[in-house]
């Protein structure tokens, strides 16, 4: 993609991950990012995931999520009773909704207290690994100024 900002380049080993950078660009070019997204609707659907799950592979191990939580301080993540169910109580997943808090109360920092019994939700955060991103601009769009991945991919 174009970018409109002067002296920004987007190369694998460039990565923007100052997130006050990402919500200022996010600002700077919705409108063409807009424009891109329907752009991509139009494109085979395959080959454009074939090219976001690889730069999603190449450009995910280059950021570090412990050292940027911006997903748990920003969104709520999405879990169903039966995911909670597998590490809640049932008589307790309603109190037990932290997903109804904001930002997230298992959030310390920017570390989760609950890693390695996250909800599905947060351990498939951001979703890039999913087929038919063409479908999913608007969504990817509203993650470009949050998550340093996305942001790149998208970029890239
Ligand atoms: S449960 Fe953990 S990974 Fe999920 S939003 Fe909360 S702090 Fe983040
Ligand atoms: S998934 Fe994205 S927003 Fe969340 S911690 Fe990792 S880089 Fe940051």
Do not use: W
């Not at 976001?52 to 879990?79: F, M, S």
């Not at 109360?105 to 999913?130: A, F």
Request: charge should be negative.
């Amino acid at each position: 993609m174009h970018c409109a900002i002067p002296l920004y380049r987007f190369l694998p080993d460039n990565n923007e991950i100052n997130i006050k950078n990402l919500e200022q660009i996010a600002k700077l070019k919705e409108d063409e990012n807009i424009s891109f997204g329907r752009y991509l609707k139009g494109q085979d659907s395959e080959k454009v995931d074939e090219i976001v799950h690889r730069l999603y592979k190449e450009i995910a191990p280059q950021i570090d999520c412990l050292n940027c939580g911006n997903c748990c301080l920003n969104l709520r993540p999405i879990a169903t009773d039966k995911v909670l169910s597998a590490f809640v109580e049932p008589k307790n997943i309603e109190d037990f909704k932290y997903l109804m808090s904001f930002p997230c109360k298992n959030l310390d920092g920017k570390k989760c207290t609950i890693y390695s019994e996250r909800p599905e939700e947060c351990k498939e955060y951001p979703y890039m690994h999913r087929d038919k991103y063409v479908e999913r601009t608007h969504e990817i769009r509203q993650n470009y100024e949050i998550c340093p991945i996305v942001f790149n991919v998208f970029e890239h």
